[in-house]
């Protein structure tokens, strides 16, 4: 017999039936995924781990297999905070999904990281609009075992409650330095440049798109210019931006943000393929493809 309870026949649908406790923060129903979710997360795995080698910082793929992540099923949460706790003090929390922003940033502030406890349908392998278990485990908890990235996320949440106190514009040039940053970031690698923006790394396409692809530019990292640069949400991104660490990361948004929020607030945005006289250009995007409008 393979009677399922009728909730698990609603897994994807009946989100709102899985007990709330506290700031969003849900147990996660292992036991309810089905054979289809991790059949999902297999599929997803491998496809991915199968193109991110040589292509995702060594870094990112070392920190997977530190944290016994594997395609054999969906991992528990409880497994991985075992692990991710004893490195670097990072949590993971249950979440049924995005989260009102000062929550998010409180949560990040505080070394938790919110992940959504469902996972995509299986026609839904190649793209989802919301971030699903798949995209916030795979895609973004490794990079909380890396030391520095650990800590570039906690100041973030804590700059993140600060930019809210000041006002939307404050928020916006924010929320630009994670998507090019923790979305979207490359990282040159002694051998080349490498993926950790967890969009990518969650995205067969991009994943080929960033780093193979002549149409985007590849610009090097400058806090400022990224703040001022708009982005892509439905498109494969006109631009990436490249670190030479997690460290240069961490020390370059060290200062406080307040008077480059002032001085920012003075000056136009940039448009997402734009390339600038000052910038490091890695490659000069041919643009091929691009959409001519349609930049957050
Ligand atoms: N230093 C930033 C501020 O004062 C906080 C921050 C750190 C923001 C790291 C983003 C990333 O607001
Ligand atoms: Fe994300």
Redesign the pocket.
């Known amino acids: 017999m393979n009677a399922k309870p009728a909730r698990l026949e609603n897994l994807h649908t009946d989100k709102g039936k899985v007990p709330v406790y506290a700031t969003g923060i849900v147990a996660q129903p292992w036991d309810d995924y089905r054979d289809e979710d991790h059949a999902v997360w297999k599929a997803l795995y491998q496809r991915q781990r199968d193109l991110l080698v040589g292509r995702a910082a060594d870094e990112f793929l070392q920190a997977q297999d530190a944290m016994g992540m594997s395609p054999d099923q969906i991992p528990r949460f409880e497994d991985l905070n075992a692990v991710l706790e004893a490195a670097t003090g990072w949590t993971i929390v249950g979440v049924e999904g995005l989260l009102p922003e000062l929550d998010f940033f409180d949560h990040l502030a505080n070394r938790r990281f919110p992940v959504s406890w469902w996972i995509r349908r299986p026609d839904q392998l190649d793209y989802i609009e919301e971030p699903d278990l798949f995209h916030d485990l795979f895609g973004h908890v490794p990079l909380l075992m890396i030391p520095a990235f650990a800590d570039?996320m906690e100041?973030?949440g804590?700059?993140g409650v600060?930019?809210h106190g000041i006002g939307a514009d404050a928020l916006q040039h924010?929320t630009r330095?994670y998507w090019y940053t923790v979305e979207f970031g490359l990282i040159r690698q002694h051998d080349g440049l490498r993926i950790y923006g967890s969009g990518i790394v969650s995205s067969k396409g991009e994943s080929i798109h960033c780093l193979d692809s002549a149409a985007p530019n590849r610009i090097g990292f400058d806090l400022e210019r990224i703040m001022r640069t708009r982005y892509r949400i439905d498109s494969y991104q006109k631009t990436y931006f490249v670190i030479d660490s997690f460290e240069q990361l961490m020390d370059a948004?060290?200062?406080?943000?307040?008077p480059i929020y002032a001085r920012l607030a003075q000056q136009d945005s940039i448009p997402a393929g734009n390339v600038l006289e000052t910038d490091a250009v890695f490659n000069r995007g041919t643009g091929e493809g691009w959409p001519t409008d349609g930049d957050v």
């Open positions: 570039y100041a973030y804590k700059g600060k930019a924010l330095l948004t060290r200062p406080d943000f307040t």
